[in-house]
């Protein structure tokens, strides 16, 4: 079970997961998400992973709010990777990994499923507390008590988070070396009408960041005065 | 922060956030559940209380099913509340407590509570594993970290299950001195078309034993068929 946003990360996790010779099942939302270009992003790296299913849930974050992604609340653009802030920004989306995540377990539950996959990371990250290696590992006592596994002492689950310690370029590197095409791919959280990337945002810098550390080109789409800058 | 499903348990938490003067948000959930009338009764017991608001959020567990309440599969009669098993019983839904309450808990955040109350019992219940203590520990323990309260050190989120180890008895008894409508209530997981309880589900047997161990009548609505035989 793997949680596919369309993004870098999760398009790395999948080729992991698939790696590791697990069938792959992937999850997606529409979450009221401003960039929903990225759900075209994930079903595009499903089909190319060859996964078993793919579902995308419809779930209403829009109703809650509080996140500069899912409010009308603008989301916050920099002029470079140095100026991401230490603190939670404004994209921090409230108890989101917390709601995918308990998608996920319902879903591994029904499948018989062990095993779920997210492509959280504590390193090059925009803050959010929901990345961290102490939220997944209280994330995986919950599904064990959560479920049938706490009571029947049937198999426990299993919160795959391989990319937690590693850097973008890491990442990036990795899946190249697992054949990603990362051209599938999106991660900017405030594309435009025709999909491409404001390459501003944190999702945007961090990425750009990642790529070019790794000494790769980023064959992602970005507006033209975006793109030449950095 | 109250889930409130209109059935007893979560009339009397509301009650009991209520008397500790707490202002109530409640939260109910269109889940594909086949006893959609459920949500009546919610909306007249968060009337009822003076809820600052209640919303119902619309989620989609009949795309995961896997369960008696939310996927075409029988919901299991009995004769008497004996009868009852000691395994987790068709009418499980798969991690639905940790679905409801990341819901809950995010809208927490935004309005800025830290206090979310859920009906949950490990006494009179139905064997479901979302319903113990050892779970709703384990939840609070990962919303601390999950959020904003994690990273920042505010004030940290309470779980509050208030009737987790009480009986259905005692939960009515202490709902009726707070002066619960328990007629406003309903349970009943296979209601008619008409929203009579049928008497015979789990959550019927149930609710009938409480009632009958408080000494009380049960104000709620039977099929006739099954209100005569217990």
Chains 1, 2 share one sequence.
Not at 6 to 29: E, H, N, P, Q
Not at 61 to 75: F, H, N, P, Q
């Amino acid at each position: 079970m793997v949680l596919l946003s369309g993004g870098v990360d999760s398009a790395t996790v999948l080729a992991i997961a698939r790696s590791m010779d697990f069938d792959a099942y992937a999850l997606s939302f529409r979450y009221g998400q401003r960039h929903l270009v990225e759900l075209e992003a994930a079903a595009r790296v499903a089909r190319e992973n060859g996964v078993v299913e793919h579902r995308t849930i419809d779930i209403d974050l829009r109703c809650i709010g509080g996140s500069a992604l899912t409010a009308d609340i603008a989301v916050p653009k920099h002029g470079s990777v140095e100026e991401l802030g230490k603190s939670i920004p404004m994209t921090y989306v409230p108890a989101r990994n917390t709601i995918f995540l308990s998608y996920a377990l319902a879903w591994a539950e029904v499948i018989g499923s062990s095993d779920i996959f997210i492509g959280v990371n504590a390193l090059d990250y925009s803050g959010y507390p929901d990345c961290r290696p102490e939220y997944i590992e209280a994330y995986e006592r919950l599904a064990n008590l959560a479920t049938r596994a706490g009571v029947e002492g049937a198999e426990k689950f299993r919160i795959h988070a391989p990319l937690i310690h590693w850097s973008k370029a890491q990442i990036i590197k990795r899946g190249m070396d697992l054949g990603v095409d990362y051209s599938l791919t999106h991660s900017c959280y405030d594309p435009d009408a025709e999909g491409a990337s404001c390459g501003r945002c944190d999702s945007c810098l961090l990425r750009l960041k990642g790529f070019k550390e790794a000494g790769l080109e980023d064959p992602g789409k970005y507006k033209e005065q975006g793109s030449s800058s950095r």
